[in-house]
DNA sequence: CGGCTCAGGTTAACCGCTTAATCACGCGGC
DNA sequence: GCCGCGTGATTAAGCGGTTAACCTGAGCCG
């Protein structure tokens, strides 16, 4: 701290020579590894703090082989808006974790999905980062098995629930880390407080279907709705924008029998099927309900408000960034589910009216 | 891409074994350089190519003394909403200028403001990155005099107009390079066009007074007022959240000399404000006007639609990170001003009702 | 034909840190 | 009194590139 701004960095030899002591002695003791004195290790962290050091991570990393990095490769343009909170929040969630650990965090923006992983193999050839974090697994996505072919540690956000079938899901998670939210648990919730309301038809706006996260979903409602036993339901598959909820939820609307409650696969949409009923004529919750799944301001500053699910990405990151440097680190593969997301009810939902 | 996932690395020794050269020659072909015939050169590049090979970063970074690295500290959390949609097209917009250059971006949150300068002397000292990229430049920001005695090379995203009094700033950006948009040119479109309308009365509900983005925003449209020479202007500081520009609306309409336009420094309170409306029985645009200063897919939603002012950040990130690149490689300092933002006219504006 | 130049290559030092191998030395045991 | 041993240090060999300095031979000139 005293002495910053010179020119020339400092290295582990001035510590060294300021320490009176070998520039082995200086990296064991900096290092907390054995082989000096507690005496002469406080003599050299002494040296450094005044000397303002910090490590080269270049020289340290070529001296271990290790990068002391992990990455994320996120394809641009990342989607829409929603989708922007989530991921900041998973980056803060991310980095909570890494920052703990003193790994850093490599960010990467490619312009198609493809690109992905000419990039893990780029960073793997050049020891760039010890191992990457994925999000938004696909169906089919090729992502798993290259970075097993690879070599690359790698976790997910989100990577699917334990259980899931391989053959359905078209990807073979073996080997790799990753931390999902208990969906069918939260979709179980969302479908019992919809028919609690004597709610018996029930559509779902969402995602892409694409997205394994959708798929999820798809088989979370799928059973709940089957476990209940007496409701229909139905779902369209949109791109998760603004205007994809709208075009899905008038086509919804405009059915001869259309449902008495709308649920979202994220806020945007939600938020936006009010526009729809405005535009309808239609009120919220007088003549259909509607349900976010995934929370934000967004849905408290509507006319309704929204019921929405919330989730914490933040925690669902952090634990999947400790999972990856668990891998990194020799440990074995993670496969963790948190809880299902809470239900908060607003202004949005209410019993159907009597017909 | 052939051979890749065989265990230990690619490095230029085997290159050069492949290629039936010395590992220097193969450096100097790699790299573009003069020293190989042409000849030798493709030769070279064939067999890095066929072994799939790429440089080890930390071993070029140590002989460079460079880090092909910039950085980018970010204060957790990311405040609110938009500001992630912010953050989402900056990253956007720095990565595609750092592809472009094959430079990598290391990303790092921390929890106080106050632990950003410490990140930028380790960082400096480790030779962890080039340069670092900034935003959300602060009244008396400590950051940019903190970075010159560094020694670290940084641009600034919004850094401010060109011409900004340093004295009023609390802010010495000498060295520094920036892109900012014309604030003075978009706050001036936003008050030309409400004047039209026949607005006399614009009050603002201003994103956080400590922001200089907030404080240019305040000169800017306090020159176009006063330029206009009829209006009564009148502003509220926020924290950019719904609820405060909820509270703000609430607070400000509730004048007894009420406004009949609001203007907004973000999306999300221009949206909260409608829910005010609501609340208090006015109607927008019949009892009052809006326009937000930042659009979004939230403007499209809402009903009536919002007015707002499109921004390019994503433009300006890049620009900001061409900047840097050239600080870095010892051009001077950049400034740079974009063109105002564009104003878009929605649902929410109208001529104020005669009284 | 000797010597100079220059393109095309090679050798080896170095970047800063890690770590295996080595060493000096004091001490206890036989 | 000598040997073996453990402790606390040093020495030196990399890690995988870059690059200054040096070498070699072909081409050219006077």
């Known amino acids: ?40 290790r406080a003599r050299v962290l002494a040296a450094a703090r005044e000397l303002g050091w910090a490590p080269n991570i270049a020289a340290r990393s070529l001296g271990t082989a290790k990068a002391n990095a992990v990455g994320m490769v996120l394809v641009r343009p990342p989607r829409v808006m929603v989708v922007d909170s989530f991921l900041t929040q998973m980056l ?11 790994v850093a965090l490599v960010l990467h923006l ?6 992905t992983i000419d990039v893990y193999r780029r960073w793997y050839a050049g020891r760039h980062v010890d191992g990457v974090i994925m999000t938004d697994l696909r169906h089919a996505d090729p992502r798993p ?20 079938d391989p053959a359905v899901d078209g990807l073979d998670l073996t080997g790799l880390s990753s931390v999902d939210a208990d969906t069918a648990g939260t979709a179980q919730g969302i479908v ?17 279907r694409e997205l394994l ?17 007496d409701i229909e339901y139905r779902c369209v598959y949109t791109n998760y ?39 309808m004529g239609l009120s919220v919750p007088g003549d259909f309900s509607v349900v976010a799944w995934d929370d934000s301001d967004l849905c408290q500053i509507t006319v309704p408000e929204i019921t ?48």
């Open 110 to 115: 490619v312009d198609d999905f493809a690109g």
């Open 92 to 102: 803060s969630g991310v980095e909570a974790e890494l920052n703990r650990n003193d």
């Open 241 to 279: 924008g603004a205007a994809d909820g709208m075009r899905a939820t008038r086509e919804l609307l405009s059915l001869t029998e259309p449902p008495t409650a709308l649920v979202f696969d994220n806020d945007v949409m939600a938020a936006a099927s009010l526009k729809v009923a405005h535009e």
């Open 192 to 208: 019992n407080y919809l028919r609690a309301l004597r709610h018996r038809t029930i559509f779902r706006v969402a995602g892409p």
């Open 1 to 40: 701290m005293t002495a910053s701004g010179e020119q020339g960095r400092v290295t582990i030899r001035q510590v060294a020579e300021h320490a009176g002591v070998s520039e082995a002695a200086v990296s064991y003791a900096l290092n907390g590894r054995p082989g000096v004195s507690e005496q002469t």
């Open 213 to 229: 996260h959708t798929v999820q979903r798809d088989a979370a409602y799928t059973a709940a709705v089957a476990a209940a036993g």
């Open 145 to 164: 098995a290259a970075l097993r072919e690879i070599g690359l540690p790698a976790a997910v956000i989100g990577g699917g629930d334990p259980g899931g």
């Open 308 to 355: 929405a699910v919330v989730q914490v990405p933040a925690l669902q990151a952090e634990l999947t960034a400790r999972a990856l440097l668990t891998a990194i680190g020799g440990g074995g593969p993670t496969r963790l589910t948190l809880p299902p997301g809470t239900l908060t009810a607003r202004e949005s939902t209410r019993p159907p009216r009597p017909r």
